[in-house]
Nanobody, 114 residues
Framework: QVQLVESGGGLVQPGGSLRLSCAAS?????????IIWHRQAPGKQREMVAS???????HYLDSVKGRFTISRDNTENMTYLQMNNLKLEDTAVYYC???????WGQGTQVTVSS
């Protein structure tokens, strides 16, 4: 099983940017068919933010389209979520998980605030 670790979160102002990283602490990320970024905001249901398959096909939550970009770097065994023009409603704990059969990690906190 591939274990994934998220990082790159922090405190940013509205309109700012962050790049979240998802690293395979063990195993090969290339063995994961689909990598999905989820987020859990306070008082809200956990939701899928973006996903990427082995072929590079991507899907995004409607509210982040045009602002977020998911990518895979197989050479570095990493997945990234570039987040631009961040909004207050983007505040959440972000998780990177593989599908099928992935397990939840610790996540990384993203806080958008003035």
């Amino acid at each position: 099983q591939v274990q994934l670790v998220e990082s790159g979160g922090g405190l940013v102002q509205p309109g700012g940017s962050l790049r979240l990283s998802c690293a395979a602490s063990s195993g090969d990320m290339r063995s994961i068919a689909v990598i999905i970024w989820h987020r859990q905001a306070p008082g809200k249901q956990r939701e899928m933010v973006a996903s990427i398959g082995l072929s590079g096909n991507t899907h995004y939550l409607d509210s982040v389209k045009g602002r977020f970009t998911i990518s895979r770097d197989n050479t570095e065994n990493m997945t990234y979520l570039q987040m631009n023009n961040l909004k207050l409603e983007d505040t959440a704990v972000y998780y990177c998980i593989g599908a099928p059969g992935g397990s939840w990690g610790q996540g990384t906190q993203v806080t958008v605030s003035s």
